[in-house]
């Protein structure tokens, strides 16, 4: 059975920073692999893919320089380092594995990210 | 980046009826095109990709279509457990989008 479960997250300040870990398991950690978060009340916005070597990383303009993802496929970890956080960052964050496709079968239960002073 | 625009952004249907959702792409997205369901509390389940293809699982009542900038999700007999908010994403070039999301109620 597949499984992705997101932690990490918590209150933090403007300006902090955070790490979030996603832990696989059920399937071989090859495939590319995502985050994607959902403030309150409102639709999914893409953060950051990374693909399945590690190799390649993109990221949301509204991240990028801020964020960072990388993973750990001898562990089946997937991470997401959150630097500079804004109020506007405040959301549930979700780890998913994508098909071959950018599309994305499995998702975790996400973690919640409030940025509050 | 693409902005894909969903409509209607709010469908309250009867049980038994036909449902049809829209997905509209800024720019030719050709066939990379997936559809997720979320209810409430829940992560989204992916149901289509490639505009057309179920997912694992996914009931044959849920169907798609269309390729380029326009693309239909079609629930052919809306049950009770399909009250939720639909979302279309592409996946043509980066960054990935989502569209705002459709929600569908049960009358």
């Known amino acids: 059975e597949v499984q992705l479960l997101e932690s990490g997250g918590g209150w933090v300040q403007p300006g902090g920073s955070l790490r979030l870990s996603c832990a696989a398991s059920?399937?071989?950690?090859?495939?590319?692999m995502t985050w994607v978060r959902q403030a309150p009340g409102k639709g999914l916005e893409w953060v950051s893919t990374i693909t399945g070597g590690g190799g390649d990383t993109f990221y949301a303009d509204s991240v990028k320089g801020r964020f960072t993802i990388s993973r750990d496929n001898s562990k089946n970890m997937l991470y997401l380092q959150m630097d500079s956080l804004r109020a506007d960052d405040t959301a549930l964050y979700y780890c998913?594995?994508?098909?071959?496709?950018?599309?994305?079968?499995?998702w975790g239960q996400g973690t919640l990210v409030t940025v509050s002073s | 980046e693409i902005v894909m625009t969903q409509s209607p952004a709010t469908l309250s249907v009867s049980p038994g009826e036909r449902v049809t959702l829209s997905c509209r792409a800024s720019q030719s997205v050709i066939s990379s095109l997936a559809w997720y369901q979320q209810k409430p509390g829940q992560a989204p389940r992916l149901l289509l990709y490639?505009?057309?293809t179920r997912a694992t699982g996914i009931p044959a009542r849920f169907s798609g279509s269309g390729s380029g900038t326009e693309f239909t999700l079609t629930i052919s007999s809306l049950q009770s457990e399909d009250s939720a908010v639909y979302y279309c994403?592409?996946?043509?070039?980066?960054?990935?989008?989502f569209g705002g999301g459709t929600k569908v109620e049960i009358k």
């Open positions: 490639g505009a057309s």
């Open positions: 059920g399937f071989t950690f090859t495939y590319a």
């Open positions: 994403q592409q996946y043509r070039n980066w960054p990935l989008t």
């Open positions: 998913a594995k994508a098909l071959p496709v950018l599309s994305y079968d499995y």
